[in-house]
Each structure stands twice: as C-alpha cells, then as structure tokens.
C-alpha cells in the first residue's frame, strides 16, 4: 500500500467512523448529517484503499473542501487549517498524470506543474497557520501548554512564553522552506516528527486522526517526491 494513499484513507474512514461517535460532530448545526458525513468519508477511504486515487482524491477535495469552506471556516478562521492542508493534497492526488485529469491535452501541463506544489503547500500551510497563530494569539498558546502535561514538559526547558515564540519562528520558517522545495529530505524528517509529537500531544480531536495523512505527505516529500507529479510509493 502506498505511504499517501494509507494515509489519507484512514484519515477519511477515522473521521466517518468519529461523524458517529463524537456527538459533538453529531450535534454541530454547521456539518451535514452524520449518516452522510459516514457514508461520504468512508467511501473515499475505500476508495484509496483500493487504489482509485484520482477519483478518490477529486471526491475527497471537492466534497471535503464544499461542506469545510461553506459552512465551518467562515465561522472559525482557524478551524483545523489541516484540513485545508489535506484538501490540497486530495487535489495532487486528483491531478496525477495517470488520471483522466492528467490525459487531458489542455490541461496536461496544470498535471505536471501543479501537484507538487499542491503537496508541499498542504503540508507546509498548517505550520504557517500555527505559527502566525502563535504571534498573533500567544495568549491561547500560553494557556494551552500551561494546561497540558505534555506540551508543558516540553516547553518547561526554556519557559512557556520562549516556547511560544519557538512555536511561531520555527513552524513559520519551516512552511516556507517546505514550499519552497529546498532540502526536501531533511524538511520531510523534521516535518513528519513535529506533526507526529503533535498528534501525541495534542491527540483527538486537534491532531488525530489528520496528522496522519500530513504525516504520509511529508514521508512523500522525505522521499524526494514532492519534485515529480507521481504518488509516493
């Protein structure tokens, strides 16, 4: 099975399965029914599983992507910005030379260009989200790693105040390093050992279950494919 494809199929099959257990999705005016978000993110993670990547890719950025930016992001600017960060990974996988999309002579060229840009950029934009976050709002992040055991541990070397400086300085360079394409071994390490301290850390709901697939991207760029259109074996 493919690093990417596991990834983001269980991302999607985890959050189907939480779009029944947790009932705060349950009972959110502003997502769709459970029953469909089950249906719906199921089916895009069997599809994965079994290989139909740019059609599950398309379904996953179109569908995700609609109920996301129509009815949560307008009304929390900062709602889970992995999950922007995996609609545009959804959509390099859409955009792979193998699929129709990529056959197609018009847009041929978009199916080369695009997907690697996509794939960085899905990783790299929720480090830049935290980190802008972590200067515009230290307060929050203050509060959050003096309320938690293990985010306070860590920062405990250094003090929480230096800590949530790091917090912007880092992740904010690492974006844009990540976009930029450089490095691209080093930068998949670092990226896929952050995302993963942080889906220890922070757990369900803030990191589980989509650090996993930013996870899998960054293994893609570990890799060195995030310089080729093709999906990471």
């Known amino acids: 099975m493919r690093v990417l494809e596991a990834g983001l199929a269980s991302v999607s099959i985890l959050w189907g399965v939480a779009s029944i257990l947790d009932p705060e999705i349950g009972l959110n005016p502003r997502l769709p029914n459970p029953a469909i978000l089950l249906v719906l993110h199921v089916a895009i993670g069997l599809l994965l599983l079994i290989k139909r990547t740019a059609t599950?890719?398309?379904?996953?950025?179109?569908?995700?992507?609609?109920?996301?930016?129509?009815?949560?992001?307008?009304?929390?600017?900062?709602?889970?910005?992995?999950?922007?960060?995996?609609?545009?990974?959804s959509l390099y996988l859409a955009l792979n030379p193998r699929s129709l999309l990529g056959k197609l002579p018009r847009i041929r060229w978009a199916a080369h260009i695009l997907p690697p840009l996509l794939l960085r950029g899905g990783v790299a934009y929720p480090f830049a989200e935290w980190g802008l976050d972590a200067l515009r709002n230290p307060a929050h992040f203050k509060a959050y790693i003096a309320g938690n055991e293990l985010a306070y541990l860590l920062a405990k070397p250094v003090g929480i105040e230096v800590s949530v400086f790091l917090v912007f300085l880092t992740e904010c360079v690492l974006a844009l390093l990540i976009l930029a394409g450089v490095w691209s071994r080093a930068l998949g390490i670092v990226s896929a050992s952050l995302l993963s301290m942080f889906l220890v850390v922070a757990g369900y709901p803030l990191a589980f279950p989509q650090n996993l697939g930013l996870v899998a991207a960054s293994l893609c760029i570990l890799k060195g494919s995030a310089g080729r259109a093709s999906v990471c074996a």
């Open 56 to 89: 599950a890719g398309a379904a996953s950025f179109f569908a995700v992507t609609a109920y996301y930016s129509l009815r949560v992001k307008p009304f929390a600017p900062l709602a889970e910005p992995q999950t922007v960060g995996l609609c545009a990974i």
